[in-house]
C-alpha cells in the first residue's frame, strides 16, 4: 500500500510523523524475527520517508517535541496518541485506521465529522471516583488501572471523570488514556478541573446531563487488577516498561530504582522509548548508567509489536495497562501487572515483589496481583459498555457492500484485531475474551463494535490476504476502522468483505452458528 503511493509520487502536505515499526533502525541486532518480516518493515519505512513523512518512529511523538495546540486539526492513528491529543491536549482527531491516516497527510484534509467538531465532544458518562483515597490516586500505579475499568465500560463513547487531583501528571493521563484505549474504543475523555475542555462539570458536558452516572469503587479497581495479570505472582522472565513510549520524567523516576535494585542477569529489563529521549539520556549521562545495571532501551520500536524479547515462554512483568493488555496475544507471555518500584525490585529478584503498604487498602482476603481473576476458565465479563436506545433503522447500513454467507460467530464482547485476532490462522488470541480460541475463517463475525487498536485495518487487511478473514462482519455499532480494512482488501485484492451495521432488534436475533446471508444490501438470518 504505501509502495504504490510512493511509486505514484504521492507527498505530505501537512506535517507528518512516523509511528513505531518492526525494527529498532539504531539497534537492529535486537531484532529477533524472520529476516524477511525485518526486511518488509524496511522497505514500508523507506516508502514513508520518500513520501515526506518524519521519522520519529514514536507512539508518543507528543513529548517528542510534536505536540498539536489546543484546537488544531489533526489526523492521528495510533490509539494512545488519539486519546491523549484529544483529553490532554484538547487538538482534534477522530479514531484513524491505518491507510486513512496517510490519506489525511497526503491530501491535508480529514473528514468533518466526530471528534473535529465541538458539538460532538461533550461528555456523555460521567464517573465518580467514589471514596478512592487521596493517596491513591497520588500513586502512578493506579491511573492504567482506572483506565482499564473506564475503557471497558465506555466502549466508545465520551467519559468525564470527576474526582482526579488537579495536580494529574501528563503521564499519568497518558497511562490512563492508553489503558481506555486499550479495553475500549476510547478517543477522549475528560477530567474536571484537570483537561483543558473540562474546567467545570458543566463545561465538559457543554450544559447537558450526563446520559449515566456511575460510581468507580475501591473494589472495582481491585477487580481490574486481576484482569490486568494473567498469570499469579511468582518467577518472572521480563520487565518491560514503555508503552506508550517512555518519558524523560520517568526515566527520572526509574535510575534511582535500577541502581539502588539492579536486575538479575537472567532477567531481561526492557524500556521502549524514543529517539528524542534517548538522546537526552546520552547527554545527561544516564543511558550508561541504566546499561550499566542491565536495563536495554530500545528505541522506533515496542516489544508487543516485534520479536525483540529473548524469552520464548514465561510472565512478563509490567506497570504499563497497554503492554497488559496485548502481551498475551501478541508475544506469548502471560503477565503480572504492578508499579514501577515493583517490577524493578521483582527484576533485581527474579520474583514478583509486592509493596504491601502500597496497596494495602485495595487489599482482599488471600493473594493480591492476579488474584485468580482472569485465568483460564474464570474468564472475568468486562463487557458492560452502557446499552442506550438504538435509533430505528429502516433499513441496514453497509458500511462495505458485498455479498457473502457463513455461520455467525457471535462475540459476547467488543474485539481489538490486533492483539485481538491471528491473520495467519483466523484463531481469537485475546485471553480476556469471552471466544478465545474460536476461529473466524468463513464466519459471518458479529460483535457490538470494535475496540483497542487502530491497527484493526491492517489486520484485517492481512487476514484477507492469507485467506483466514471472516466471511463477512455485521455490528450494533459503525465501526470506520473495521470498514476501512475491508475497503482496502478491495482496492489491493479485489475481495470485497461486507462489512453491515444493523438494527439492535435484528442484532439480538443473531444467535451463534445461525447461517447468515448478506446479499443486495439485505441481511438475512435463517
Keep these: 500500500f504505501a509502495e504504490r503511493l510512493a511509486v505514484g509520487g504521492a507527498r505530505v502536505a501537512v506535517p507528518t510523523t512516523l509511528n513505531v515499526g518492526a525494527v529498532d533502525l539504531l539497534h537492529p541486532e535486537v ?47 495510533e490509539s494512545n496518541a488519539i486519546v491523549f491529543a484529544n483529553s490532554v491536549l484538547g487538538a482534534r482527531t477522530n ?40 493517596r491513591l490516586l497520588g500513586e502512578d500505579v493506579v491511573y492504567p488501572v482506572l483506565g482499564y475499568w473506564l475503557g471497558a465500560r465506555t466502549g466508545t463513547k465520551i467519559p468525564v471523570i470527576e474526582g482526579l487531583p488537579p495536580e494529574t501528571t501528563e503521564d499519568q493521563l497518558k497511562a490512563l488514556g ?30 447537558q446531563p450526563p446520559e449515566a452516572v456511575i460510581d468507580v469503587s475501591l473494589d472495582d479497581l481491585r477487580a481490574t487488577l486481576g484482569i490486568l495479570s494473567t498469570a499469579p505472582d511468582g518467577p518472572i522472565q521480563v520487565v518491560a516498561l514503555g508503552s506508550p513510549h517512555f518519558s524523560l520524567d520517568e526515566f527520572a523516576r526509574l535510575l534511582p530504582l535500577v541502581e539502588t535494585h539492579p536486575p538479575r542477569p537472567e532477567v531481561e529489563f526492557i524500556v521502549c522509548t524514543h529517539r528524542l529521549a534517548l538522546a537526552a539520556l546520552q547527554q545527561r549521562g544516564w543511558l550508561a548508567r541504566l546499561r550499566a545495571r542491565g536495563v536495554q532501551v530500545i528505541v522506533d520500536t515496542c516489544v508487543v509489536v516485534t520479536p525483540i524479547v529473548r524469552a520464548r515462554g514465561g510472565v512478563l512483568m509490567t506497570n504499563s495497562g497497554k503492554f497488559a493488555h496485548y502481551s498475551p496475544g501478541n508475544i506469548g507471555l502471560q503477565v503480572v501487572y504492578g508499579s514501577l518500584e515493583e517490577c524493578v525490585r521483582s527484576a533485581a529478584a527474579g520474583a514478583v515483589w509486592r509493596d504491601e503498604a502500597l496497596w494495602l487498602w485495595v487489599e482482599e482476603q488471600g493473594s493480591r496481583g492476579a488474584g485468580g481473576q482472569g485465568r483460564k476458565g ?44 491471528d491473520p495467519t490462522t483466523g484463531d481469537i488470541i485475546d ?48 465501526d470506520a476502522i473495521l470498514a476501512l480494512g475491508a475497503a482496502v482488501a478491495r482496492e489491493m485484492y479485489g475481495l470485497a468483505l461486507p462489512v453491515v451495521v444493523v438494527g439492535r432488534s435484528v442484532y439480538d436475533q443473531i444467535q451463534d452458528g445461525r447461517q447468515l446471508e448478506l446479499s443486495d444490501l439485505e441481511v438475512t438470518v435463517s
Design 378 to 421: 474464570r474468564r472475568p465479563r468486562t463487557f458492560l459498555f452502557p446499552r442506550s436506545p438504538a435509533p430505528p433503522r429502516l433499513t441496514n447500513q453497509f458500511l462495505i457492500a458485498g455479498e457473502a454467507t457463513g455461520p455467525a460467530l457471535v462475540l459476547d464482547e467488543p474485539l481489538s484485531l490486533w492483539g485481538g485476532l
Design 178 to 207: 492508553a489503558a481506555a484505549a486499550s479495553s475500549g474504543g476510547v478517543a477522549l475523555f475528560h477530567a474536571i478541573g484537570v483537561t483543558p475542555e473540562a474546567p467545570t462539570r458543566d463545561a465538559a458536558f457543554q450544559g
Design 95 to 134: 479514531r484513524y485506521g491505518d491507510f486513512i491516516d496517510i490519506c489525511c497527510a497526503l491530501t491535508g484534509r480529514a473528514p468533518d465529522v466526530g471528534l473535529h467538531r465541538a458539538e460532538n465532544r461533550r461528555g456523555q458518562l460521567l464517573f465518580r471516583l467514589a471514596g478512592v483515597p487521596a
Design 431 to 478: 485471553q480476556r475474551h469471552p471466544q478465545w480460541g474460536r476461529n473466524v475463517t468463513g464466519r459471518v463475525l458479529v460483535m457490538p463494535v470494535g475496540k483497542g487498536s487502530s491497527s484493526a485495518s491492517s489486520i484485517l487487511l492481512e487476514a484477507v490476504r492469507l485467506g483466514t478473514a471472516p466471511a463477512a462482519i455485521v455490528l450494533a455499532e459503525s
Design 31 to 77: 531484532f529477533r524475527g524472520p529476516a524477511q518480516a525485518g526486511q518488509w518493515a524496511t522497505r514500508m519505512r523507506r516508502a514513508y520517508e520518500a513520501m515526506g513523512c518524519r521519522p520519529t518512529f514514536t507512539c508518543a511523538p507528543y513529548q517528542a517535541m510534536h505536540r498539536p495546540p489546543f484546537g488544531a486539526q489533526i489526523a492521528w492513528a
